[in-house]
């Protein structure tokens, strides 16, 4: 879990904008859904079987007896959301959220257990159009944020009988080989056989190499909705590589699944990753709703924006008010309000907490202004205040108080 300083703070801030501005565009709504949620919403949702609900996540009894967990994930809460609020019956929405999710993960580079997600969902589309729509707006926000180094790939896992009938071949086959499979595959091969494929372990590479592919089990339809996905996408000049292993770790996908990774970040390759789950609404309590989503991991994209180096500048202020005299540093807080007033969208920083004048011109040079306003205790029984620029050559000029705002806006 990560504390994040101020030093920090202008990547997150320039990730959360560019991409509520993408989203906008988009027309994405956003949303707030709680951080905790009864624990069995991600039993039902992500899976028994699966990494996370089997031992990443921080459940805790309440006092009420409830059993509650810290979200590890957003999709199943904005679904629960969706249901709990009668947003569905017919409608469709486009929703996203941001915020901390939780998970008990063995803490590595690039892997923490707060950490901080961008979550779009479309729900009551059945695609794919909105697949291909959805891989544009991320593929936009890596334009938008000017990162190079990520690549899409995709994959379709059919649909759940199809991925049934492919999840018993597959069984069949690891049983096959069980003395080469590592602990965790064989503790996979009965809950989660799947995710097997997703092994990093290089002693079963070949093994999985050479294990039956879910593309040829897939059902006509899934198969025809992948096509037009891969043409969308062709005809948008969106590259992506179609990775046959791609299952993803929650079990609620059907259908299209993605992810934009990168080779930038070592080990923690996924920066953004989703799919279909067309079954999840329905096997929640709501009505049958086809729906697609992504979330994209915030500390990763961080990362990837400081090592590109595309961060813009971080702000600072347009004006330091220095103030000398005891009449004068009364007078400065109602100056500054006054030009905060008259020239919004600039920063006006006042000088606190005293200090001689040689203090005050140290502090402003730091803050980084461009332009110095002094008002001493002189300056304001003549009703003037004199304006220096910081940055460049130039000497210190008086300038009535009243027209003080307009001297600084033809200045900056
Ligand atoms: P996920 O693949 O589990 O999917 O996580 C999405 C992204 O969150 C990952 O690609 C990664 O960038 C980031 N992430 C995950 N775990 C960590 C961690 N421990 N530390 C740092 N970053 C992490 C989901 O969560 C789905 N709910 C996505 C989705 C939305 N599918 C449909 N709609």
Redesign the pocket.
Same mark, same amino acid.
């Given at each position: 879990m990560n504390d994040v300083l101020p030093a920090e703070m202008g990547a997150w801030r320039h990730l959360e904008q560019v991409a509520r501005a993408v989203l906008d565009a988009y027309g994405y709504e956003q949303v707030q859904v709680p951080i905790i949620e009864h624990t069995e919403l991600f039993k039902r949702s992500i899976g028994e079987f699966t990494d996370?609900v089997e031992k990443e996540m921080y459940s805790f009894q309440d006092i009420g007896g409830d059993s509650l967990t810290l979200r590890? +994930?957003?999709?199943a809460g904005i679904v629960r959301a969706v249901i709990s609020n009668g947003m569905l019956r017919g409608q469709r929405h486009k929703l996203w959220c941001a915020g901390a999710?939780f &998970?008990h +993960?063995r803490p590595q580079q !690039?892997?923490?257990?707060q950490?901080h997600?961008i979550?779009?969902?479309a729900i009551g589309y059945p695609g794919p159009d909105v697949d291909a729509e959805l891989i544009a707006l991320s593929a936009r926000l890596w334009r938008a944020l000017k990162l190079e180094r990520v690549q899409l790939t995709i994959n379709s896992l059919g649909t759940p009988a199809a991925r049934a009938r492919y999840r018993e071949q597959l069984v069949e086959y690891f049983r096959a080989h069980e003395s080469a499979l590592d602990e965790d595959s064989r503790r996979r091969l009965l809950g989660n056989p799947l995710r097997i494929l997703d092994s990093k372990n290089p002693h079963m590479a070949g093994l999985i190499e050479a294990a039956p592919l879910l593309s040829d089990y897939l059902d006509e339809e899934s198969r025809l909705h992948f096509a037009e996905l891969r043409a969308a996408l062709d005809s948008m000049g969106i590259p992506y590589v179609v990775n046959p292993r791609l299952v993803? @770790?929650?079990d609620y996908?059907s259908r299209t699944v993605f +992810?934009?990774i990168t080779d930038a970040l070592g080990a923690?390759d996924?920066?953004?990753? @989703?799919?279909r789950?067309d079954g999840l609404i329905g096997q929640l309590g709501g009505e049958a709703t086809p729906a697609? !989503?992504?979330?994209? !991991?915030m +500390? &990763?994209?961080v990362a990837l924006l400081r090592q590109s180096g595309s961060l813009p500048a971080a702000s600072v202020p347009d004006v330091y008010l220095v103030v000398s005299g005891e009449r004068a540093q009364r007078a400065g807080l109602r100056l500054a309000e006054q030009l905060r007033d008259a020239l919004p969208g600039h920063g006006v920083m006042l000088n606190l907490g005293g200090g001689n004048l040689k203090t005050q011109f140290r502090r402003a040079d730091r803050s980084g202004a461009r332009l110095a306003v002094i008002l001493g205790d002189e300056e304001l029984d003549r009703g003037v205040a004199a304006v220096k620029p910081l940055r460049q050559e130039g000497g210190q000029i008086d300038c009535p108080v009243e027209m003080l705002a307009e001297r600084i806006a033809a200045s900056l």
């Open positions: 996370i590890p +994930e957003a999709t999710m &998970r +993960e !690039g892997r923490y257990r950490f997600q979550d779009v969902e993803r @770790g929650l996908y +992810e934009w923690q996924a920066v953004c990753s @989703g799919g789950y697609i !989503g992504f979330a994209l !991991g +500390e &990763r994209v």
